[in-house]
């Protein structure tokens, strides 16, 4: 069973750093781009960007490029999304999802999702 | 980069009642390469629906996808009770980055 397990929820203040991490299980993790999304509170759905754990190759939304940085641990199957200086503003849930494969195309729709992780950033 | 709109903020239905929601892209989504996700309220977006028009694993047959171009629409045929949620569709056309709509919600009536 394909499986995206999250780390838990994290409470931090504005300046703080964070790395996140989705460990994957039961698919050949380099074979498939891995993605993060955010959802502010109450909010939808926005694209952050996706790695391809094979050879790192990575791509960040504009909203998103030189805010965060995505990257992978092969060894362990682990993708992480991580902040030098939180923001009030990060406060948000931050889903990791497997970037599917569709005959030859290597990048599909997400098809499977993680639960999530819950940021808090505040003072 | 493409915006993608889905036109309902809200779409109030009743259990049994087919339901249509759009979705229309700023420019031409290359090869139909739009999917279809539903969310209910404190879990994980759920894949419906990929390259428009074909059904994710385990996906009931009430729900279909059509469209091209720049213009989508997910119809589930006879809603069930477990149908109304939040709908979002995402491209992942051309190179990324891609993109989400901002969301249609589907409510009882």
């Known amino acids: 069973e394909v499986q995206l397990v999250q780390s838990g929820s994290e409470v931090k203040k504005p300046g703080e750093s964070l790395k996140i991490s989705c460990n994957t299980s039961g698919y050949k993790f380099i074979n498939y781009w891995v993605g993060w999304v955010r959802q502010m509170p109450g909010k939808g759905l926005e694209w952050m960007g996706i790695?391809?754990?094979?050879?790192?190759?990575?791509r960040y939304g504009p909203s998103f490029q030189g805010q965060v940085t995505i990257s992978v641990d092969k060894s362990i199957s682990t993708a992480y999304l991580q902040w030098s200086s939180l923001k009030a503003s990060d406060t948000a849930v931050y889903y990791c999802a497997r970037v599917g494969r569709d005959g030859y195309i290597q990048r599909s729709a997400f098809d499977i999702w993680g639960r999530g992780t819950m940021i808090t950033v505040s003072s | 980069e493409i915006v993608l709109t889905q036109s309902s903020g809200t779409l109030s239905l009743s259990p049994g009642e087919r339901a249509t929601l759009s979705c229309r892209a700023s420019q031409s989504v290359s090869s139909n390469y739009l999917a279809w996700y539903q969310q209910k309220p404190g879990q994980a977006p759920r894949l419906l629906i990929y390259r428009a028009s074909t059904r994710a694993t385990g996906i009931p047959d009430r729900f279909s996808g059509s469209g091209s171009g720049t213009d989508f629409t997910l119809t589930i045929s006879r809603l069930e009770p477990e149908d109304f949620a939040m709908y979002y569709c995402h491209h992942y056309s051309g190179s990324p980055p891609y993109s989400f709509g901002q969301g249609t919600k589907l409510e009882i009536k």
């Open positions: 790695i391809y754990p094979g050879d790192s190759d990575t």
